[in-house]
Antibody, heavy 120, light 107 residues
Framework: QVQLEQSGAEVKKPGASVKVSCKAS????????ISWVRQAPGQGLEWMGW????????NYAQKLQGRVTMTTDTSTSTAYMELRSLRSDDTAVYYC?????????????WGQGTLVTVSS | DIQMTQSPSSLSASVGDRVTITCQAS??????LNWYQQKPGKAPKLLIY???NLATGVPSRFSGSGSGTDFTFTISSLQPEDIATYYC?????????FGQGTKLEIK
């Protein structure tokens, strides 16, 4: 069965960086994209960007351009999301999601979420 | 950027009621519109893709319709386990955008 297993919770200080991992299993990793979605406490869902596990192509939400980097390691079927220059409003649960890149595009499997807390 | 306006932001209904949520896109998105359900403390779950297609294993009381800029999500007969927040989400070749969500409560 398809599973996305994320790394554990993080506490960071303002200005620091965080790197969250998402290990995929149960499907051919290279045939899908991975999107990252975050959710601030009590707020809605915000799409951050996607990475193609096939060729490493990325596309980021304009709001996060310059602060976010998404990568993959196909040898371990793991995707990573690094966010730099953290601010208090980056405090959120960060989800990875399998993102199909065919004619029909949706997030059909999700990780369990990683809470990132930014606090001095 | 394409903006998604979802309404209402919250909704209270009784078990057995028909519930409708709407989502409006800031420009024509054809049928590139998905719906998700999120329960507290859990990851979202795909319910409807491409505006009207039921995802695998999703009960038939859930349905979606619409194209262009105006979309509707319907629960035909509300069940207690449907209490959640619902999100629409559009996609194009490069970007995805979520609506702001509709919190559904039992009256």
């Amino acid at each position: 069965q398809v599973q996305l297993e994320q790394s554990g919770a993080e506490v960071k200080k303002p200005g620091a960086s965080v790197k969250v991992s998402c290990k995929a299993s149960g499907y051919s990793f290279s045939t899908y994209r991975i999107s990252w979605v975050r959710q601030a406490p009590g707020q809605g869902l915000e799409w951050m960007g996607w990475i193609s596990a096939y060729n490493g192509n990325t596309n980021y939400a304009q709001k996060l351009q310059g602060r976010v980097t998404m990568t993959t390691d196909t040898s371990t079927s793991t995707a990573y999301m690094e966010l730099r220059s953290l601010r208090s409003d980056d405090t959120a649960v960060y989800y990875c999601a399998r993102d199909s890149s065919g004619w029909e595009q949706f997030f059909d499997y999700w990780g369990q979420g990683t809470l990132v807390t930014v606090s001095s | 950027d394409i903006q998604m306006t979802q309404s209402p932001s919250s909704l209270s209904a009784s078990v057995g009621d028909r519930v409708t949520i709407t989502c409006q896109a800031s420009q024509d998105i054809s049928n590139y519109l998905n719906w998700y359900q999120q329960k507290p403390g859990k990851a979202p779950k795909l319910l409807i893709y491409d505006a009207s297609n039921l995802a695998t294993g999703v009960p038939s009381r859930f349905s979606g319709s619409g194209s262009g800029t105006d979309f509707t999500f319907t629960i035909s007969s509300l069940q207690p386990e449907d209490i959640a927040t619902y999100y629409c989400q559009q996609y194009d070749r490069l970007f995805r955008t979520f609506g702001q969500g509709t919190k559904l409560e039992i009256k």
